[in-house]
């Protein structure tokens, strides 16, 4: 009986293939072309390149404003996308409103000093709001710049500590000011002012969103094999001594090795081309056919849990629903820094977004093997599965 029960299972499983097929023809041009408009609104349509942000200083003959703008707009990381200009307030808000500026910053009188010597006031920095990315350039800028003059801040008080434990107190108000300049140069005058880091190309991450909402969609068509079953089915599977569990663990098994080799069949296929973009590389590995093998076993356990709770429509919208929120929270939809940080933290420990995480490892030519989590994941989809079953039994019982 056990094997008619996996032959049928696997009959059911392989009359999903040509719809599955058409499937897959259908979301890959649709999700091409939303991915390129995507990606030409989004890091196209605005250049960041010399915007302008104006300073707002009550304070404009001040030796430390005026050097710490020389040296901030002569920096490296911000020559390249910013240029910095001391306003009166009310021309800088005319001129955020008209959008010649991106923001304004507006320093409180004693500003820097305020920072060097502890007393920190706060600075206020007025976005535009049809500036979005070059938004976060400043405030990444904004961020690091405090941090820089966090170290001459602790600069000088080591120095007066140094004053002090050698007794000369009386010199110190003297040497301020020649401290002050020393540190606050020394910090300035540092050509890098972020931290540089290998960085994937930003299409490579689309590439992934799009492999997995194209293998999310087009799963959809396993649903006639994965949906409940009538009532004499069932009586006749359980008079012949077929468990709940077999019944269940072979239909998961059967549509997940289905899934599997047409990964692998299509991914064999995808890895004999080569590619015009640069950064994407498709290589055969066993890594590769791990991560494939991971891929089929969570969507089947997904969509194997959605239809025991729900009816066969409403698991099917169901599941193409909660694979856009979840790669929506992790951030594989929209670039991460246009998202909520508590929401990146929720979305980076769902089930998407860690496979999005190894498919944009593997497309970018290494794979790092990370199976515990998405196995996790697989193993209670299946549990909880299962024991819907048992309690739908039950309750036919």
């Not at 390249?80 to 923001?103: P, T």
């Not at 007794?167 to 300035?188: C, G, P, R, T």
């Not at 991914?267 to 950064?279: A, N, R, V, Y």
């Not at 593997?362 to 996790?376: A, Q, T, V």
Request: negative net charge; contains cysteine.
């Amino acid at each position: 009986m056990l094997l008619k029960l996996f032959r049928l299972e696997l009959k059911k499983s392989l009359r999903c293939i040509p719809v599955l097929l058409a499937g897959v023809l259908l979301f890959g041009v649709l999700f091409t072309l939303v991915g390129m408009g995507l990606s030409s609104v989004i890091y196209s349509s605005e250049a960041i390149a010399h915007a302008t942000v104006a300073v707002v200083s009550r304070e404009e003959d001040d030796r430390y404003i005026n050097m710490a703008i020389d040296y901030v707009g002569g920096m490296e990381s911000a020559a390249l996308a910013l240029d910095f200009e001391i306003m009166e307030e009310d021309e800088a808000m005319n001129a955020l409103d008209k959008g010649k500026v991106i923001a304004i910053i507006l320093l409180p009188e004693h500003v820097i000093e305020g920072i060097l010597y502890g007393e920190n006031y706060p600075v206020r920095i007025l976005f535009s709001n049809e500036s979005a990315l070059a938004s976060v350039f400043l405030t990444e800028l904004t961020r690091s710049g405090m941090i820089m003059l966090s170290s001459a801040q602790a600069s000088t008080y080591t120095a007066a500590e140094l004053y002090y434990k050698n007794d000369h107190v009386q010199d110190l108000s003297k040497a301020y000011d020649e401290i002050d300049m020393i540190n606050f140069n020394y910090v300035l005058s540092r050509e890098k002012l972020f931290i540089s880091e290998d960085a994937l190309p930003a299409f490579l991450s689309f590439v992934a969103t799009g492999i997995l909402l194209l293998l999310c969609f087009s799963h959809i068509c396993y649903a006639p094999a994965l949906k409940r079953e009538n009532l004499p089915f069932y009586q006749l599977l359980f008079s012949r001594q077929i468990s709940p569990l077999l019944y269940l663990a072979v239909k998961y098994l059967v549509n997940s090795l289905n899934c599997f080799f047409l990964l692998l069949l299509a991914f064999l296929i995808l890895s004999g081309i080569e590619f015009p973009l640069d950064g994407l590389e498709l290589y055969f590995s066993g890594g590769a056919v791990l991560l494939l093998a991971l891929t089929a076993l969570l969507l089947t356990a997904f969509a194997l849990l959605l239809q025991q709770l729900f009816s066969d429509a409403a698991a099917v919208m169901l599941e193409i629903v909660f694979s856009i929120v979840m790669l929506f929270a992790g951030g594989a939809i929209l670039p991460s820094a246009f998202l909520p940080s508590a929401l990146l933290k929720i979305g980076r420990i769902l089930p998407l977004p860690m496979l999005h995480s190894q498919w944009l490892s593997l497309i970018s030519g290494g794979y790092e093997f990370s199976i515990l989590p998405i196995g996790i994941y697989c193993i209670c989809f299946f549990v909880m599965a299962y024991l819907v079953f048992i309690l739908r039994k039950e309750a036919r019982s």
